[in-house]
Every structure is written in C-alpha cells, then in structure tokens.
C-alpha cells in the first residue's frame, strides 16, 4: 500500500513549543493520534494569534479545515517538548496549506509532519470567500498587511 509523503518546506516562518501531558498519552503509553493533532490544532491557533487573527478569525472571515494529513515518524511521551513549526504552501484563491513538523525539543527527534489544508469561510454569508487582502503575504512571513 503506498503512503502519504510530505515534503518539507526550507523554511518554516512560525515556530512554537508545546509540552506533552498525561492526558495526551494512550494505552500505548505514547502520544495518541488524536492528541497530537489536538497539539497541531493548537500550534496553528498561536501562529493566527501571532499575526492579529485570534481563533483563525479575519473580520466575519475564518478558516476552516478542508483536510488534513499526517505522517507518524517516532513515539512521543509525557514529560517531552514538542516544537511545532509551519509554513503556508500551495495557496489558491480561498485557501492554502499549512506543512507542519512536530520535533522533540531536547533529542531533534522528529515526530510527525503533515499538512492542513484550510479555506476562508464568511460566517455572515455561510460560504467560502476569497483569502483576505494581506492574509496571504502574513502567513509567508511578510510584514503586516
């Protein structure tokens, strides 16, 4: 059976670490899969706040998850330091992708990778709008627009 790849970017504009607690570990004694994209979720959420976009909010404008895909490299385990980093890709004209890598801070290890495709939604008009003026060249790291 083939499996996802996912390239990496070069550069990765936003970085942020995120501790793994008890409550994120399964029955295997490792990061579950669903906590680790609970842990993505929430690094994407700091890079919107960074750049002025609480909760992924623009105005009436918000991004929403068109889909997703991850690939699983090593166990993660309570206690350890995840670094999270993620840069915008292969934009369109009402969304893009967000790559993602998610390393142990102290060993580089590295956890996982993947990829978020998001859209702009306009919660007034309930449909998916075109990215918003500045949207794009904040997310590639460029000055507020």
């Not at 409550?23 to 609970?38: C, K, P, R």
């Not at 969304?95 to 890598?101: E, F, S, Y």
């Not at 998001?118 to 075109?130: E, G």
Request: with cysteine; net charge negative.
């Amino acid at each position: 059976m083939a499996r996802i790849q996912i390239d990496l970017p070069i550069h990765f504009p936003f970085t942020t670490e995120l501790a793994v607690y008890v409550s994120h570990i399964n029955y295997g004694g490792h990061l579950d899969n669903v906590q680790l994209l609970s842990l993505v979720s929430e690094a994407q959420m700091r890079l919107f706040a960074e750049l002025g976009w609480p909760q992924g909010r623009i105005g009436d404008v918000v991004t929403l998850i068109a889909d997703a895909a991850v690939q699983y490299r090593s166990e993660a385990f309570r206690g350890e330091t995840m670094v999270v980093r993620i840069a915008a890709h292969d934009f369109n004209p009402k969304g893009c992708d967000l790559v993602w890598q998610m390393t142990e801070e102290s060993s580089g290890r590295e956890v996982a990778r993947g990829k978020t495709g998001i859209v702009c939604f306009d919660l007034t008009t309930r449909k998916l709008v075109a990215i918003p003026e500045g949207f794009r060249q904040r997310l590639e790291g460029g000055p507020p627009g």
